[in-house]
């Protein structure tokens, strides 16, 4: 069949967006798209465009991640990826050949996940099981500043590779083991493990979805969200020991990152709370624990976002729905149990809370209410899909989504890096590389290989 | 020296992994971004938890609350149960809530009221001896108060200024404020999660506050990448805009290229893999704690078990043990199409009916299948792999006595990020702050005091 191209609705022009407005309300805006409009992006320098990081991480997102995050700043990464290429490469929903990105030279096929976090890295192939590819892998290592890699816990140390061992070689490399749950302890990692084991064993899914008298059960994110949360967490430690390194010490070290850990980190009061009085953390569905009004609720058609914990927002929420509701005033205004911000979070008071709301919403549908709410300057929001996602006008205007021309796999719709800056901002340079493309460039440049050492190492393949 | 090379060749890698990332010893070592000073003129959960990540490194993060109350997430708790006494020395009788902790961890207690001249100048004082500015007011506001990136890279040009929020202060909708909940609504990793409509499901929430908690991580990032660059190379600091909703839109992995090319929005698939297959969650039919009187205990086991690779299908299909499968299914492209998914893990509930998820890992375990139970907070916090981690850890709080804490996110050999105390309470560090780096005496501590200025 066919798609219409993207955007189907044309993105606005900044004088349509600031129709109207004063040339003071206009000023700050403006100023901000003077500094940060992606459109500017190569017309200024890169933040990390000294740093080389050699991406040895396969199968698994975390790693992908975190180096996209490098890559995104500047960093010069080179994804080291097994001869025939990372089996992320093959990942498609449902194997659904057909969704695959097709290389227009050779054919090769890729994965929409691999695609997306292939962003302005280089692929080389190499083949760290045998001899020699460990050989050639720590003559790169005296190149880099950065390695990252997810082999099973020690595989990499008895292979006479690892931290202990390239050290000796480069006292300045970063090294970064990511992972799920670790690579040491007793549960640590074994092959094969990937997300969503991280999201399971830190209390992530038991705490997700409905509970169990609402029909519903642990639930884990769709995306291989840990390993995004364990990916960028692994970032800012490398990024912490390249500061060090460069500012105090000379040295390198050795970081680790877990997918579970990053989440554990991030696990709200679960740990405190558990601590204080022995409760576990229950499910609440689309409500929260611990602030009311703040819940996606089903609305005229779909789900809707509405947020205002305090009383400014509570209480203009109130006339809102007051406006079409007249029992409002009784049933929720008049009730003393809901008139303090901490009495609401009470579960009974939630319920009766959520059960006007959702009578309201219920007539209403996600545009609507939140033409309504916007009035009174209420956080509120429709949950979107990704097709709404893909063209919603302040998203299209802002460019977090954009297509790029690959010069090998056509045109291809993205998330933007959202590293926004006036001085050294993130940036697409390229997206999607086929296997091993850059093994003449990074080979010659690097280590200085002739047309002889590729035709060998191919035929033994090691490359 | 050479000896000490020889011994520690004879570790075993996972002793030295130990030793070398053992958090009890973090404090025997130098912290990475000592001597940095990070202001954080933030509240909920994103600009703080952003702060805290350079905090847990060694900065000095001086966190500005509003006078007497502090800022709105302290007074957030579930189900407004658990609280830490006192909230500050002029409110006694209420506390912190715990929505709170987490998000700042090892920070500077001072409270300045920002709408006052009085208060704007002592901002300025703070900003000209500081390395980064964290901040969440609603795009612009900082700006009409005189105290915004534009005046304060006057007054110091190597301030990295960041502020970070729901939809950016520039575009369509950049006067819409916004929540985590509402970055993930509108963001798309919300309509993603949950069962399919079909199957009777709807979208759900990540129950964490994700888009604030990893957004404070995206922009620390970003900051450490900016200080790199002025430090290594311009001298010069820069802004920094990091919108929570965008993201959020920048995970949705495939999403948006299989969008693009087909026209084909991403369906919610529930708690199975839509790329591999067998890697989903399971419910085990029986309760791990069938007496507890907790609810959360009383239900059904819950089990991830991975499979996806043809090998490791065919030790499952044994497992089971009926033989229904091992063919039919044996290749993976067959196995992950949504039909096979939906006669497959059908079937492994089935099997597992009578099981608790502890009995079902023990068998998968034997047989050299992954898996992972789905673990509930209490088992978390006492698992001994997270304990001697240290991903939680019992902290000796200054303030607040004995309290369970999450470490941090990852772990350094030389330069460890640690965790000194959860939060303290509004004001604490007045004096020492603002006498140290804005040079109020007593008196004009006590006179602002008074006034309610700070």
Redesign the interface.
């Known amino acids: 069949p066919k798609v219409a191209p993207w955007p189907a609705i044309p993105i606005a022009k900044p004088d349509e967006v600031y129709a109207g407005l004063s040339d003071q309300a206009k000023e700050y805006p403006l100023f901000l798209e003077s500094i940060l409009r992606q459109e500017k992006n190569f017309e200024k320098p890169e933040a990390l465009s000294r740093l080389r990081v050699l991406d040895c991480s396969t199968r698994m997102m975390i790693g992908h991640w975190c180096s996209s995050m490098l890559s995104e700043l500047g960093a010069e990464v080179i994804q080291v990826e097994p001869p025939g290429g990372d089996p992320l490469r093959r990942n498609t929903p449902f194997g659904r050949k057909e969704y695959m990105f097709r290389d227009k030279e050779t054919g090769e096929e890729v994965g929409g996940q691999f695609l997306h976090e292939m962003r302005n890295k280089h692929s080389i192939t190499l083949n760290l099981e045998t001899e020699e590819g460990r050989e050639i892998l720590k003559r790169l290592v005296t190149h880099a500043d950065v390695l990252i890699e997810n082999g099973p816990p020690g595989q990499w140390d008895s292979w006479g590779i690892g931290y202990r061992q390239l050290r000796e070689l480069n006292p300045r490399l970063v090294y970064c083991w990511v992972g799920q749950r670790g690579q040491w302890g007793p549960l640590k990692d074994k092959p094969g493990v990937l997300d969503p084991t991280a999201q399971a064993a830190c209390g992530f899914v038991h705490g997700t979805g409905d509970p169990k008298e609402f029909g519903g059960q642990p639930t884990r994110s769709a995306l291989w969200m840990a390993d995004h949360v364990g990916g960028t967490s692994a970032a800012m430690g490398i990024l912490a020991a390249i500061l060090h390194r460069d500012n105090v010490s000379g040295e390198g070290q050795f970081v680790e990152a877990t997918a579970a850990e990053a989440v554990i980190r991030i696990l709200d009061y679960n740990w405190a709370w558990h601590s204080m009085d022995g409760s576990i953390r229950p499910r609440y569905g689309n409500w929260d624990l611990a602030i009311n009004i703040y819940a996606v609720n089903p609305c005229k058609d779909g789900y809707m976002m509405v947020g205002g914990g305090h009383d400014r927002l509570w209480y203009r929420i109130w006339r809102t729905v007051g406006d079409e509701y007249a029992t409002v005033e009784e049933d929720i205004l008049g009730d003393p149990h809901l008139r303090e911000v901490a009495d609401r979070l009470a579960h009974d008071m939630q319920v009766k809370t959520y059960t006007m709301l959702g009578e309201w919403l219920k007539d209403n549908p996600r545009a609507e209410a939140e033409r309504k709410l916007s009035k009174q300057q209420v956080a509120s929001g429709g949950v979107l899909y990704t097709n709404e996602v893909a063209e919603y006008p302040h998203f299209k205007y802002r460019g977090h989504v954009a297509e790029t021309e690959s010069p090998h796999y056509g045109k291809v719709l993205y998330g933007t890096t959202p590293f926004l800056q006036q001085k050294t901002p993130g940036r697409l340079k390229w997206l999607g590389r086929p296997t091993g493309y850059d093994n003449e460039d990074v080979y010659r440049r690097l280590l200085g290989f002739t047309r002889e050492d590729f035709k060998r190492l191919k035929q033994a393949k090691v490359i | 020296m050479a000896k000490e090379a020889t011994t ?2 004879a570790t ?3 002793q ?3 030793e ?2 053992d958090f009890k010893k973090a404090f025997g070592k ?1 912290e ?2 000592k001597g940095y000073r990070v202001l954080s003129c933030t509240q909920y959960i994103l600009g703080p ?1 952003c702060a805290s ?1 350079m905090g847990e ?1 060694g900065a000095e993060v001086i966190k500005i609350e509003a006078p007497r109350r502090g800022e ?1 997430m302290r ?8 609280f830490l006494y006192p909230l500050s020395k002029w409110i006694p009788e209420r506390g912190t ?3 709170f ?2 998000a700042n961890p090892n920070e500077y207690f001072i409270s300045v009221d920002f709408h006052r001249p009085e208060g704007q100048a002592i901002l300025k004082k703070l900003a000209a001896k500081s390395d980064v500015m964290v901040e969440n007011y609603r ?2 506001t900082f ?1 009409r108060w005189g105290i915004g990136y ?1 005046q304060l890279r006057e007054i110091n040009p190597r301030l990295v200024y960041c502020w970070l929020g ?14 985590d ?2 970055g993930q ?11 399919p409509e079909f199957m ?1 499901g ?9 888009a604030d ?2 957004g404070g ?2 922009g ?3 900051i ?6 002025r ?4 001298g ?1 600091g ?6 929570q ?3 959020v ?18 369906e ?4 199975w ?4 297959c067998v ?1 989903g ?1 399971i ?1 085990c039919g029986k309760s791990s704690y069938p007496n507890s009187d ?4 009383q ?1 059904e086991g ?3 078990i ?1 499979a ?2 043809d090998g ?1 299908f065919a030790k499952l299909s044994k497992v089971v043990g009926d033989g229904k499968f091992a063919e039919k299914y044996a290749k ?3 196995r ?3 039909q096979s998914q939906m006669e497959i893990y059908p079937w492994l509930e089935k099997w597992a009916a009578d099981k608790t998820k502890e009995q079902v890992a023990e068998i998968l375990e034997k047989a050299g299948i ?1 898996n ?10 006492n ?4 304990q ?2 240290g ?2 850890q ?1 902290l000796d709080d200054p303030s607040f006595g ?14 460890p ?1 640690r965790v000194k105390w ?1 939060l303290k309470p509004v004001g604490t560090d007045n004096e020492y702050i603002l006498g140290k780096l804005a040079g109020l005496s007593s008196e004009e501590l006590r006179r602002l005091e008074e006034q309610e200025c700070i």
Not at chain 2, 166 to 179: I, L, M, T
Not at chain 2, 202 to 210: E, F
Not at chain 2, 238 to 243: C, G, H
Request: aromatic content about 14%.
């Open positions: 520690k060749q075993s890698f996972e030295f992994c130990q070398t990332f130098p990475a971004l938890s990540y490194l709105a007074h957030t708790t579930p189900f407004n149960e658990p809530g715990l929505g902790l987490g795009p612009g700006d534009r729901g939809f950016g202060g520039w575009g369509p909708g950049r006067v819409r404020a916004s929540y909940i509402l609504a509108q963001g798309g990793n919300f309509g993603a999660t949950g069962k009777g709807a979208p759900a929430k990540h129950t964490i506050w994700l908690y990893w991580m995206m620390a990032v970003q450490l990448a900016a200080l790199y660059w430090d290594k190379i311009s010069e820069t802004f920094i805009e990091y919108s909703v965008h993201g839109t920048r995970q949705l992995e495939y999403a948006l290229p299989l969008y693009g090319r087909h026209g084909v929005t991403r919610r698939w529930g708690n893999d839509t790329q591999l890697h969650i419910k907790n609810p959360q205990e239900e819950y089990i991830l991975s996806y690779d490791d993976h492209d067959v992950v199409k949504p992954n992972q139970p789905v673990w509930n907070s209490k088992e978390v916090a698992h001994p792999h997270w001697q981690r991903a939680v019992w004995d309290l369970l804490h999450q470490g941090p996110a990852y772990k350094m050999s030389h330069t990020p959860a």
